[in-house]
């Protein structure tokens, strides 16, 4: 019950209670032989009584009586009560006759054809159950008609009918003719000269209809939305410099006949004005010139609100980097409407240098508090740094431990500190995933894994895979601990089984490997790789066998340092950042087993286009040869084709090739791959891709490749597909076309891949 129904019911509560109980004061001390309760039809006797203090064998009291109206009216129930009193067998009978308001019963809509009707109900007041007031209808109306014209149906025409039953129920009909969609059908302006109707109306949500207006709603057209388009053209006038534009009311024009809505938009332009002077006072910690190379807006220039605003922004991020977290960056502006010209004036109120007082962390309930923590840039007592925070957070959330990661700041205890609130959303981490695929070349495809990325909340990860097909049998149990110890230094033991089918010869391997690591900055990363396996070749040809290539059994110990330098803005879907990973691999000597060394380098590069649409570019080049009179082995050499390398091929299309046109490797390798990605979800992107590459070595065929690397040899392909994180991890699904087909081969391939691409 709101306060309106609250003071409506104590008036007339005082009203009734004054005027009724008046009578009451001459029978005042007779004794209460019987109380009754009449009017009532939905509220139970029962429910009544209870709010009756009056009692049977006590005196009457008028006092008492009236505080029993007031209560009854307290349900909110009633509009009107009455009391009566009759002298009986020596003492009183007491009456309560109510009036019971009444309450909505059921509730339909009928004639709603383009709008369900739950969608209706939501938005109306009257509720099944809830107290019927008269008022509730033409709000009722109101908000349906509102619904409607949202949709584009101005000519809706809205009726609600009530009838009440004998059990005080108001049953509501809610009656809609829908009538036509009207849309807009033109957008104009007028008095606009600088810029086309074009240009102008790229600046506005409401849009002219369109062909496939049944999917974007455009065409729609709503009195709110235009009203802020007025203000987005204005917006755009003063970005370019008109800074004395006039976008007037808007003229709209309803053709009924054709349903037709045509809208004409008065401009005013004005002049163009430039930028005069830029007025920047540097002090001890920030020079001028320093903050004039943070500010976009230069002397010359168009003005640009917009742009001035930013340049505001970046000149107190550049003062909060140096610890003034409150500085107060103020433009003010002169206007020469003479000459045209405006003067910046940045005025700086950089306040006192702040340090860190509490960095508090909530909402980790399964998460270690020191997890989370060993991730700050800062620490409490550091000079508050503001790109650091940034840093901070960007860490955090790469964890992939929490659906959403908030990090706010408040004043602390005293004004020299500023305290840290860090607030993050747990999101499940341990997983049991199953996938199948199919492929021409691996026919079925299943995955399954069993891993838990926040073993104990510890940050540690625990994982089982297996990928199984018609060519290849792999399993691998894996522990990380990228902070042993909570130290700065990555641990992890691998422990693996691998059965691959090359069609030219068969692998099997098993082994182990330890694995270390450590960050060299912010960005930068080193590891260290050990790996020792035994490999079985077989199902060689006789008439196959060469230095490299032969049914035998051999043993690699190798170790490797890895160098990775990151600055993607998120490792699970990137949107800007760079990744450079070198690699290198010495195996025999020393070690023990065969001698090769294998070396890379790759490369990948994001940056936002336009809107949402993402850029990526991936190169990758790889070396490998064996040293001490010995060949690479043929399980070292490089394979290339498939959803991870060069799509639209197999590996049984790049690359050297045996006498019998299966694929050998190569010892060097080149891939290209470059993406337009367009995330429809934080989880889910469709891509369009090129991709081009080869593998380069010796063996018999040679047709469609070198034996040394050759950028004028390399196969190529375009397709497109789609990523998604789902329960179950990462899958990617892609068809590539070849733009070289060559005889004997299909025009393209089907892919599906667990785990990211690049």
Known sequence: MNTRQKLFIAFWALFFTTWLVCPLYAQEGMIIR???????????????????????????????????????????????????????????????????IPSVGTVKVVGNEKVETKDILEKIAIKRGATFNEHLVQSSID?????????????????????????????????????GKVSIETIRFSGN??????????????????????????????????????????????????LRVRVLEPQIEINKKKKEIHITIPVEEGERYKIAKIHMAGDDTLSAEELRKAVATKEGDTYNESQVRNDVLAVTELFSKKGYAYADVNPTTNVNDKQKTVDIKMEIEKGKKVYVGDISIVGNTRTRDNVVRREFRLKEGDQFDSEKLKRSKQRINNLNFFEDVKIDT??????????????????????????????????????????????????????????????????????????????????????????????????ESAG??????????????????????EVEVSDVAPEDVTEFLRNETRVTSRIGPTYVHDTRDDFLNP??????????????????????????YEMTYYRPLIAKLVGMVHAEINYADGYGNEELPIFERYFMGGPNTLRGYTIRNVGPKNNKDEPIGGNQSVLINVEAQYPFTKAFRGFLFYDRGNVYGTGPILSATADNFDPGVMRSSVGAGIRFVSPFGPIGVSYGIKLDQRDGEKPGEFHFSAGSAF
């Open 193 to 242: 000269k600088s810029f086309a109707d074009k240009e102008l109306r790229k600046q506005m949500e409401t849009q002219e209809k369109t062909w496939f207006a049944f999917l974007d709603e455009s065409g729609i057209y709503k009195k709110d939305v235009l009203k802020l388009d007025l203000l987005r053209v204005e917006g755009y006038y003063h970005d370019n410099g008109f």
């Open 410 to 507: 408040k004043r602390g205890k005293n004004p020299e500190l500023i305290d840290i609130a860090t607030t993050v959303t747990e999101k499940p981490t341990g997983s049991v995933t199953v996938g199948a695929g199919f492929s021409s070349v691996e026919n079925f495809i299943f995955t399954g894994s069993i891993a838990q990325d926040n073993l104990f909340g510890r940050g540690q990860k625990l994982a089982f895979m297996a990928s199984l097909s018609s060519v290849r049998t792999n399993f691998n149990l894996s522990f990380t601990d990228p902070r042993l110890f909570d130290s700065e230094v990555l641990g992890g033991v691998d422990v693996f089984k691998r059965d691959f089918n090359f069609f030219s010869f068969r692998s």
């Open 512 to 533: 182990s490997g330890l694995r270390f690591g450590r960050n060299l900055g912010e960005y930068d990363w080193l590891g260290l790789n050990y790996r020792f396996e």
């Open 575 to 600: 949107s800007s950042g760079w990744r450079h990973v070198v690699r290198f691999e010495i195996a025999g000597g020393a070690l023990g087993g065969t001698n090769f060394h294998r070396s890379g």
């Open 34 to 100: 019987s109380i009754k309760i009449q009017g009532n039809k939905r509220i139970d006797n029962s429910t009544i009584g209870y709010y009756i203090k009056s009692e049977v064998g006590q005196p009457l009291a008028g006092a008492q009586v009236r505080k029993d109206i007031e209560q009854i009216y307290s349900l909110g129930q009633f509009k009107d009560i009455r009391v009566e009193t009759n002298e009986a067998g020596g003492g009183v009978e007491i009456t309560f006759i109510v009036e019971e």
């Open 143 to 179: 908000e349906v008609s509102r619904v409607y014209h949202d949709k584009g149906f101005f000519f809706v025409d809205v009726k609600v009918e009530s009838d009440i039953s004998p059990e005080n129920l108001v049953n509501v009909v809610i009656r809609v003719v829908e009538g």
